[in-house]
């Protein structure tokens, strides 16, 4: 597809289970974000990742949030041990390097029961 | 620490008004600015990119910088329903990691 793609839309997990969330960005987009909103929140930044360069982590609440990606593709973050403040939209942006032009997924909303 | 403030709002405006949205940023080096409106349950969408000082219109939109004053706006002229909203400024530096403010939520009354 042309656009960032999420998957999977909507997961429903229960406390202490760990969850995967995939995102594959718009083909020869090098910079990739995850963010995490809350209901009536603003974006909260989370991971960033630009090329081959090392990701900036700094935004990840805790050691349990972790994100991997596979060269300049699809990007995987994981958490640990859900608890329900976990629960939210989790969107994935991409843009091409240098532009800061970012363009987002349709999100995953995470429901931590 | 590279900070982007906004008015969290709401920002109300009568149908046909215009909305004033504001916004600053901390880093000085910041290069690229850009206005996302985010809808209700959906994923924030780019309408306004802007580069240099000065004014830059695109329909009923206007984004305007100022970088001696760190100073970002967005103008909605004639304002819709169809624009209630909440409106998220990003910054760019060189290429770097965008950061977004909190955003403004924007309420068009007819």
């Known amino acids: 597809g042309a656009g960032v793609s999420q998957s999977p839309s909507n997961k429903v997990t229960e406390k202490g289970k760990d969850v995967e969330l995939r995102c594959d960005p718009i083909s020869g987009h090098t910079a990739l974000y995850w963010y995490r909103q809350r209901l009536g929140q603003g974006l909260e930044f989370l991971i960033y990742?630009?090329?081959?360069?090392?990701?900036?982590k700094s935004g990840l609440p805790s050691d349990r949030f972790s994100a991997e990606r596979t060269g300049e593709s699809v990007s995987t973050l994981t958490i640990q041990r859900t608890q329900q403040e976990d629960s939210a939209v989790y969107l994935c942006?991409?843009?091409?390097?240098?532009?800061?032009?970012?363009?987002f997924g349709q999100g995953t909303r995470l429901t931590v029961v | 620490q590279k900070e982007v403030e906004q008015n969290s709002g709401p920002l109300s405006v009568p149908e046909g008004a215009i909305a004033s949205l504001n916004c600053t940023y901390s880093d000085r080096g910041s290069q690229s600015f850009f206005w996302y409106r985010q809808y209700s349950g959906k994923s924030p969408e780019l309408i306004m990119s802007i580069y240099s000082n000065g004014d830059k219109e695109d329909g009923r939109f206007t984004a305007q910088l100022n970088k001696a004053s760190q100073y970002v706006s967005l103008l909605i002229r004639d304002s819709q329903p169809s624009d209630s909203a909440t409106y998220l400024c990003?910054?760019?530096?060189?290429?770097?990691?965008?950061?977004f403010g909190g955003g403004t939520r924007l309420m068009v009354k007819p």
């Open positions: 990003a910054v760019d530096n060189a290429g770097n990691m965008l950061t």
């Open positions: 990742f630009q090329g081959n360069s090392a990701p900036d």
């Open positions: 942006a991409s843009s091409l390097s240098g532009t800061g032009r970012a363009f």
